[in-house]
Every structure is written in structure tokens, then in C-alpha cells.
């Protein structure tokens, strides 16, 4: 399979995933002491909208709870599968993140609105997980789920 296929560049793609995460991981999530920023609020309408959202802060190292849920440092240190993660981490910031992401092996991997890294992209995509590229998971699964109960 050519490793381009995992780029997800599709509208009716990107909202299919962003319809589909049940378990997200968020790389680079911030607490509630911070909460009105987009790696804050966004997770916590995730979790509001019923998904499992499990916080992998990089910042605030004191902190051990993020909306309720146990902080995990690395994310192969996340017990079970994950759908997605969620990456609020500057472009330049990705690159040693990757080896953490490829072992905890998720089926996506979702840079957020303003973050794009075609190097770390292609790399994840090679290992055989999907990427969506500079697009907010909020909005997207807004528009997913608006969708899905428009055609019902």
C-alpha cells in the first residue's frame, strides 16, 4: 500500500474520522487552569460529546487529572488501543514525539488547525497510521455529527 493513502485530505474522509474517534488521546492537552485555550476547551468538548478523552500533557508537570481523567506522560504508557491522537504541538515540536506515537501505535494521528509537519506526516502515514493535517477536531466532528443527524 503506498504510504500517501494515509494522508486524509478528503472532506467526507476528514468528517468520517472525526465522526468515528471513540478514544483520543491528546498530546500537548492543557488543564483547566488554562481553559481558555484551544488545547483546553477543545478536548473538553470532545469528552462533553461522549468521547474517551485520556490527557497527555507536555507542560504543567504538577498536574496528575486533566477533565477528570488519570495524566499519562508518554503515550505507549496508555493502557489499550487508541483511535486518535491529538497533537496540540507546534510543528517544529512534532519530531521527537514520533517514536512515542508510531509505539503506542494508534489508527490516527490529528494535527490541529494551524499545525502542519509533511515530514512527520509522511513518516506516520509510512507506518500505517492515518494523518489529518491543520484542521480542528471540534469543528470537524461538529460538522460529523450535524451530518449524521441531518441524514437519519
Known amino acids: 500500500m503506498d504510504w500517501r493513502e494515509n494522508l486524509i485530505v478528503k472532506e467526507k474522509d476528514i468528517l468520517e474520522l472525526a465522526g468515528s474517534v471513540r478514544r483520543l488521546a491528546v498530546l500537548g492537552i492543557r488543564s483547566e487552569m488554562v481553559q481558555f485555550r484551544p488545547a483546553y476547551y477543545v478536548p473538553k ?37 487508541i483511535d486518535m491522537v491529538d497533537v ?7 519530531p521527537p514525539h514520533l517514536p512515542d506515537i508510531i509505539a503506542s501505535a494508534p489508527k490516527a494521528v490529528w494535527f490541529q488547525l494551524g499545525i502542519r ?36
Open 45 to 81: 468538548y470532545m469528552a462533553d460529546a461522549g468521547v474517551e478523552v485520556i490527557p497527555v500533557p507536555v507542560y504543567e508537570p504538577e498536574v496528575t487529572m486533566i477533565l477528570g481523567e488519570k495524566v499519562y506522560r508518554k503515550l505507549v504508557d496508555i493502557p489499550g488501543e
Open 88 to 94: 496540540f504541538r507546534r510543528a517544529a515540536d512534532i
Open 117 to 152: 509537519n509533511d515530514e512527520a506526516a509522511e513518516e506516520l502515514a509510512s507506518a500505517g497510521i492515518k494523518v489529518v493535517q491543520n484542521r480542528c477536531i471540534m469543528v470537524d466532528h461538529r460538522k460529523s455529527m450535524f451530518l449524521q443527524s441531518t441524514s437519519s
